[in-house]
Every structure is written in C-alpha cells, then in structure tokens.
C-alpha cells in the first residue's frame, strides 16, 4: 500500500513539474520581449537601440508597446521618443511622448524610487503581414545625454484574431 502512495505522489509531482516547465519563458501571446541598457544610464541623441521580431501570423492584430527603466536621477516628468517601425513594405516613424510623473512629482511607474519601470501601449490592433521587422527607438529629448534612463525595451503581443 505504501508503494501505491508513493508512486502516485512521483506521478502526481512529474505531471506538476511538466506543467511548470511548459508555462516558462515568455506567455502564450507575447512574440517578443527585449530590453536594452543604457550604458552608464545617459542615452545619446545619437544612441538608437534597435530591436528585431518576427511575425509568422498574418490571421490576428497585434499590440505594440513600449517599455523603458528610468532611475533616481531622472529629471523631466516626461520622455520625448522617436520610434521606427520597418518591415515588409512598412517604414512608420513617429514622435511619441510617455508621461513619467504627474503634476505633484510623483512618479507615475511601477518600482522603487531608485528604478521605476514603464510600459507604454504605443500601437494597438495593428495589421502585420507575415515577415521579419525592425523596430528602432532613440531619445528626443531637449538634452543630448540624457542622465537617468537604465533599460529601453519592446513588447509585441498577438492580439485579437482579424474577422
């Protein structure tokens, strides 16, 4: 009878672990997910930090983000981005604005005071065709270096199927 118990425990605890194991890395409708340094955490006008990812279905929208770690010595409320979007056929750029603080100073992320995180939502529902695209972000900010930005990152998420 002991046996029993303990062969049922083993199979009950491989089906658990082969389940955690399937649910790592990146969730189910997440495409791509990539930060980058900033070295020394002062961004450069010059300095675009460009991500790679691959689309291979062209049957949902997709939703692009933005996300970007800033420090303590951050000192503007805002960030002023230019985000390029290339691939099959599709050249986008755009100036985008991400609010990092409200009218009191606080800041509006997640995190401590010493890193606070951003995710910014910069396109949703989008069409992409099946292809490999480029996405580029640089800093346009009045401050050619710009103190206090750590990471700057993408997230690309499958969205709704496309009736």
């Not at 997910?33 to 997709?62: A, L, M, N, R």
Request: net charge positive; hydrophobic share 35%; glycine share 6%.
């Amino acid at each position: 009878m002991k046996t029993q118990s303990i062969k049922i425990y083993l199979f009950s605890l491989s089906i658990l672990l082969a389940t955690a194991f399937t649910h790592c890395g990146l969730p189910q409708n997440t495409i791509a997910e990539e930060f980058q340094p900033i070295p020394s955490s002062t961004w450069k006008w010059k300095d675009s930090k460009t991500f790679t990812f691959t689309v291979d279905d062209s049957t949902h929208y997709y939703n692009l983000s933005i996300g970007l770690r800033i420090n303590g010595t951050y000192a503007y409320s805002n960030i002023w981005l230019i985000s390029q979007l290339r691939g099959n056929n599709l050249n986008n750029k755009k100036q985008i604005q991400i609010e990092l603080a409200d009218q009191t100073g606080r800041w509006l992320g997640e995190g401590m005071s010493n890193l606070i995180t951003y995710e910014k939502p910069i396109v949703i529902q989008q069409k992409l065709p099946i292809g490999t695209y480029t996405w580029s972000l640089s800093q346009n900010m009045r401050d050619e270096s710009l103190q206090g930005v750590s990471d700057i990152g993408i997230k690309v998420e499958k969205g709704q199927p496309i009736l």
